[in-house]
T-cell receptor
Framework: DGGITQSPKYLFRKEGQNVTLSCEQN?????MYWYRQDPGQGLRLIYY???????QKGDIAEGYSVSREKKESFPLTVTSAQKNPTAFYLC???????????????FGSGTRLTVV | SQQGEEDPQALSIQEGENATMNCSYK?????LQWYRQNSGRGLVHLIL?????REKHSGRLRVTLDTSKKSSSLLITASRAADTASYFC????????????FGGGTRLMVKP
């Protein structure tokens, strides 16, 4: 079955460390997204990519970086510049940047990042 | 910035009752979608309604859209304990580069 896989499920980061969250999809989707979710809150867009080797900042990109070297992969690095990184991170993909089909976004199961 | 705002923020009902959640948004949209999130999990797409549609059904779900009021509602009929989750609306707006913008969600608890 096709899907989108995020790893690890739980991640602990020490102050000043960079950490990378993995997101892989085998749905042949063109577009991929990273969202941050804080407890009891909605989703805020960090970065998105509509095509390989291209990505755009979302609403809260400061302190984060991404790459899109392959269609299947869209890793997110949380850098030491992100002052409050403890959150639930969700990766999603869609068949194309414009949501023309009726399936919407497909989400991974998330990575919970905690600063220790 | 959040395009969609859900109301209520939390809803508690008994099994068998209907649950209604509302979503309001600010700018013109291409479509509006509803998603479900179980605690600590990713979101699952439930239903999409286009801006030229007024009502959609999918099983026990009924979604309405009123573009004149910039609002949508999600009705879950004959609720079950397994419907306990957070529900989010998301809008695909003309002025947002066709990216989805999510609201803050409604936390639904269905008591057995």
């Amino acid at each position: 079955d096709g899907g989108i896989t995020q790893s690890p499920k739980y991640l602990f980061r020490k102050e000043g460390q960079n950490v990378t969250l993995s997101c892989e999809q085998n749905l042949n989707h063109d577009a991929m997204y990273w969202y941050r979710q804080d407890p009891g809150q909605g989703l805020r867009l960090i970065y998105y990519s509509q095509i390989v080797n291209d990505f755009q900042k979302g609403d809260i990109a400061e302190g984060y970086s991404v790459s899109r070297e392959k269609k299947e992969s869209f890793p997110l690095t949380v850098t030491s510049a992100q002052k409050n990184p403890t959150a639930f991170y969700l990766c999603a993909s869609s068949i194309e940047g414009r949501v023309l089909n009726r399936k919407g976004y497909t989400f991974g199961s998330g990575t919970r990042l905690t600063v220790v | 910035s959040q395009q969609g705002e859900e109301d209520p923020q939390a809803l508690s009902i008994q099994e068998g009752e209907n649950a209604t959640m509302n979503c309001s948004y600010k700018t013109s949209i291409n479509n509006l979608q509803w998603y479900r999130q179980n605690s600590g999990r990713g979101l699952v797409h439930l239903i999409l309604i286009r801006s030229n549609e007024r009502e959609k059904h999918s099983g026990r779900l009924r979604v309405t859209l009123d573009t004149s009021k910039k609002s949508s509602s999600l009705l879950i009929t004959a609720s079950r304990a397994a419907d306990t989750a957070s529900y989010f609306c998301a809008t695909d707006a003309y002025n947002a580069g066709n990216m989805l913008t999510f609201g803050g969600g409604t936390r639904l608890m269905v008591k057995p």
